[in-house]
Nanobody, 123 residues
Framework: QVQLVESGGGLVQAGGSLRLSCAAS????????MGWLRQAPGKEREFVAG????????WYTEPVKGRFTISRDNVKNTVYLQMNSLKPEDTAVYYC????????????????WGQGTQVTVSS
């Protein structure tokens, strides 16, 4: 199982930016995609953005399109989530995840998870 460690969360005002990082220890057989999902208090975990392991394809949930960008550094085995124009409704714990399904958008598409990093956007 791939080990994932997130960093980069914090408190930011609405309209601000944050960049999350996810360092993967190694690739394992069957891991074809990386993703970011988030969970707000009292809500289910929801998909935010995904990227194919080879970095060739990306996909996003509609509310973040045009504001968030997912990318990866193959040399560093790290995935990033650049978040711009943040809104209070983006407040959540953000999880990095690895899975086998490209274009996966539900939690069960991902089999390995990081510990999560808190993002809080104040109004």
């Amino acid at each position: 199982q791939v080990q994932l460690v997130e960093s980069g969360g914090g408190l930011v005002q609405a309209g601000g930016s944050l960049r999350l990082s996810c360092a993967a220890s190694r690739r394992t057989f069957g891991v074809n995609a990386m993703g970011w999902l988030r969970q707000a208090p009292g809500k289910e975990r929801e998909f935010v953005a995904g990227i194919a392991w080879n970095g060739g394809s990306t996909w996003y949930t509609e509310p973040v399109k045009g504001r968030f960008t997912i990318s990866r550094d193959n040399v560093k085995n790290t995935v990033y989530l650049q978040m711009n124009s943040l809104k209070p409704e983006d407040t959540a714990v953000y999880y990095c995840a690895a899975g086998s399904r490209i274009y996966g958008i539900i939690a069960s598409d991902f089999g390995s998870w990081g510990q999560g990093t808190q993002v809080t956007v104040s109004s």
